[in-house]
């Protein structure tokens, strides 16, 4: 078991809420993974697919909800518990901070 917060448990935290760490929570469900999961990101936003950002997103030529890997209520529905905008260091931080999450700016 995996203690993230004196008054919080998982079984499995996967840091870092882009396609790598969806795909694992997905995996863990699909494989009948039965215990806690959560996942936290340094981003304000559910996991979304990269290439559409730049390519369709930015462009004007799908919103923002049609990159999401998985709707939000897909999350809800296989328990996967989000923890968005905030650093697995347990500094809390605000979306306008993601930048700063223990890493150089970057474009
Ligand atoms: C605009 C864009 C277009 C792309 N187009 C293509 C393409 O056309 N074809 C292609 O093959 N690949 C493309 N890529 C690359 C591809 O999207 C990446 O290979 C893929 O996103 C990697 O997924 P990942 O989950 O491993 O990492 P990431 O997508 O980087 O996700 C990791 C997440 O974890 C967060 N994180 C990191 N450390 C922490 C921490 N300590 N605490 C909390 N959160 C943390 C990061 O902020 C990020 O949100 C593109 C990438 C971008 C940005």
Known sequence: MTVTRDDEFH???IVGAGHGGAQAAIALRQGRFAGTIL???DEPDPPYERPP???DYL???R???RILIRPPGFWIERDVALRLGECR???SRRASDHHRCGRPDRL
Request: charged share 30%; no cysteine.
């Open 53 to 55: 950002l730049s390519k």
């Open 11 to 13: 079984d499995v935290v």
């Open 39 to 41: 996942m936290i990101g």
């Open 59 to 61: 462009a004007g030529a």
């Open 63 to 65: 919103t923002f909800e």
């Open 89 to 91: 260091d347990g500094r």
